[in-house]
Nanobody, 119 residues
Framework: VQLQASGGGLVLPGGSLRLSCVAS???????????WAWYRQAPGNQRELVAT???????NYIDSVKGRFTISRNGSRKTVYLQMNSLRPEDTGVYYCNAYRGANYVYNWGQGTLVTVSS
């Protein structure tokens, strides 16, 4: 499985972006059986978990993005989405998706997509 994230870019504070992550070469049942997450890595920082969606639809966010970000997934497209609204400069970073099992990620990391929030 290859993870291909897209949708990043340069946006003004307060703006919005919608990120997509396709799990190419994944079969449908393998995709829907997995828990999925978005992560981000700001310059000079470690990668952090941002949002999760379990295989039965439970969703969680880190406190700093609650009310602003929305994670979703489409099994038929084998794609995980992250709608990001009211973006802040501290949201800047490279965003990645991956499946996870407990505290561990499942697949090799893709290239991620860069989000830059700046005026």
């Amino acid at each position: 499985v290859q993870l291909q994230a897209s949708g990043g870019g340069l946006v003004l504070p307060g703006g919005s972006l919608r990120l997509s992550c396709v799990a190419s070469r994944a079969i449908f049942s393998d995709f829907v059986d997995k828990n999925w997450a978005w992560y981000r890595q700001a310059p000079g920082n470690q990668r952090e978990l941002v949002a999760t969606v379990t295989n039965d639809g439970r969703i969680n966010y880190i406190d700093s993005v609650k009310g602003r970000f929305t994670i979703s997934r489409n099994g038929s497209r084998k794609t995980v989405y992250l709608q990001m609204n009211s973006l802040r400069p501290e949201d800047t970073g490279v965003y990645y998706c991956n499946a996870y099992r407990g505290a561990n990620y499942v697949y090799n990391w893709g290239q991620g997509t860069l989000v830059t929030v700046s005026s």
